[in-house]
């Protein structure tokens, strides 16, 4: 039987990128899914990766909500638990990562980079944690960065910030929630090709040296952030809660060095 079978998920910024390879991989596991999405923009990218999920055999629904801003997202979770039913599994995916470096970050810009990155995790998780207390189960999975551990790039500290305080949420979750049997847990991926990097991957300079730097010489994929959340909305992982799972080819234990150094 597949891992998690007939689970209702809810997976924030759902859409398209890692949070797309979330949902399916959630879906393949026999998961019901919900794909949320913030601006009718992107309502279309929503309604084919539930076309997607429903071709696996699972039920799905598409959710509207910016989810930074409460009433939004409370309207979100009552929709969801109407047509799946009560929310066993959360993924906060939902991130933004405007470059601009610290000198012109923008008052604006570090409050929505807060809002989507850190409010939202608190709001969600909130909402969620009611009905996952009340049946003493459930899954919240955060979805961090390296930025939750290291400065990856001089011209986003909002963004390596909110990672960081994301990461200690994460912790200051588990601790409260564990006692209800929920598992709050995060994974933090190092550079993906989604359409998030399209514009800094496309120098085929940076791409390089993005994929010099990691210790396995490659980028990681969407699908492996997938993998990684399952793995901890399943059974297998009872046991570990407050854990940020690296998904990173080891990039955050390996020290600078010189160009030359791990060649000599």
Partial sequence: ???????????????????????????????????????????????????????????????????GIKEQARRMFAEVEQTLGPIDILVNNAGIAPFEAFMHVSEETWDRTYNTNVKSIFLCSQLAAKGMIERRYGKIVNVLSTASLVVTSPVIPHYQSSKAAANMLTKGMAIELGKFNINVNAVGPSTVATDMCTDYLADPAILQKEIEANPMKRLGTERQIGDAVVFLASEEAMQINGHLLMVDGGLTVKAAQPDDHMEH
Avoid: P
């Fill in 1 to 67: 039987m597949a891992r998690l079978h007939n689970r209702v998920a809810l997976v924030t910024g759902g859409s398209r990128g890692i949070g797309e390879a979330i949902v399916i991989r959630l879906a393949e596991e026999g998961a019901h899914v919900a794909i949320n999405f913030t601006s009718n923009g992107s309502r279309e990218k929503a309604e084919n990766v539930k076309r997607k999920a429903e071709a696996l055999g699972v039920k799905a629904v598409v959710a509207q909500a910016d989810v």
